[in-house]
């Protein structure tokens, strides 16, 4: 027997995810804020409803991927929100970049309408989400998590489960964004200095993608960086700096210096004053080049 779910918010992540569940042969009904969005779905046999609301009377399983925390709050808590007709033991599976905080709060608002809320935040750029080979980041009720591991499989290319808390699944998305940004600020530093001294960026970026960082971030952000591609975004600047700040709340909870963090905050900040808030994050590298004098 195939799947049925629901999918909520079609952005540049959203919209390649759920193509992907539908070619797997989900029946998938959608709702996105901006109708236009559902369209491409739609000629694919996706359907349409006209509020978050409406999920539960359709499937059991609604997924959701949306720009930031009050979005999603909107789509759960709101009059026509989720959680406002919802059915005993469905499954709302979040892939939002959110504050570890409001996930907390939303596991208990969904347990008092005896939902799950599983937590499910991924790794990768469109394109990734594109080809189904996104990394998840999976946590919560280990019944839930089961429920919708096989349709998480038909978008990624693996699933890491980090417990029974759904909140841990946020923290290592936080983590992981934070370290991205670090690469993203060192490379943007190291090749401003090798260019300054008459090194070529490309021919840096080669010897360090093959032998001290072979890894994808390295070799993407570096490509990105040397090419100059900030346009158009994988992941906009303005989205970035929405991510480093809910890692420094989440960090001023715990009592946790993180003074790198505020560095790349300043960098992004920065970015944002200097009309850069639609281009890639990675054009932070633009202002070390703009004060290195290159």
Avoid at 81 to 109: D, F, Q, R
Avoid at 178 to 205: C, P, T
Wanted: with cysteine; proline share 5%; net charge neutral.
């Amino acid at each position: 027997m195939g799947f049925t779910a629901g999918f909520i918010g079609l952005g540049s992540m959203g919209s390649p995810i759920a193509m992907n569940l539908i070619k797997k042969g989900v029946k998938l009904y959608v709702y996105n804020r901006t109708k236009d969005k559902t369209e491409p779905l739609v000629r694919q046999g996706a359907i349409p409803l006209s509020s978050p609301q409406d999920m539960f009377n359709y499937c059991d399983i609604v997924f959701s991927m949306v720009a930031n925390d009050l979005a999603l709050q909107q789509i759960c808590l709101s009059e026509n929100g989720l959680l406002n007709n919802s059915k005993k033991e469905a499954i709302h599976v979040s892939m939002s970049t959110i504050s570890p905080m409001l996930c907390k709060e939303l596991v208990e608002k969904h347990k008092e309408k005896n939902v799950y809320y599983v937590s499910c935040p991924v790794f990768g750029r469109p394109d990734a989400a594109e080809n189904a080979k996104l990394a998840v980041c999976m946590a919560g009720d280990d019944l839930a998590k089961m429920k919708v591991k096989p349709l998480l499989e038909f978008v990624s290319q693996s699933i890491y489960d980090f417990g029974h808390h759904a909140e841990n699944a946020n923290t290592v998305k936080l983590s992981g964004n934070f370290l991205i940004l670090n690469v993203i600020e060192a490379l943007a530093e190291a090749f401003s200095y090798a260019k300054k001294s008459g090194v070529q960026i490309e021919d840096l970026l080669t010897f360090l993608t093959l032998t001290l960082f072979p890894s994808p971030v390295y070799k993407n952000y570096g490509t990105i960086i040397s090419n100059q591609q900030y346009d158009p975004p994988g992941f906009k600047m303005d989205l970035g700096l929405k991510d480093i700040n809910l890692l420094l709340r989440s960090a001023d909870h715990l009592k946790i210096p993180l003074p790198l963090a505020g560095i790349l905050h300043d960098r992004l900040m920065t970015g944002l004053a200097q009309g850069r808030e639609n281009l890639d994050w990675s054009a932070i590298a633009m202002t070390q080049m703009e004060e290195s004098g290159i």
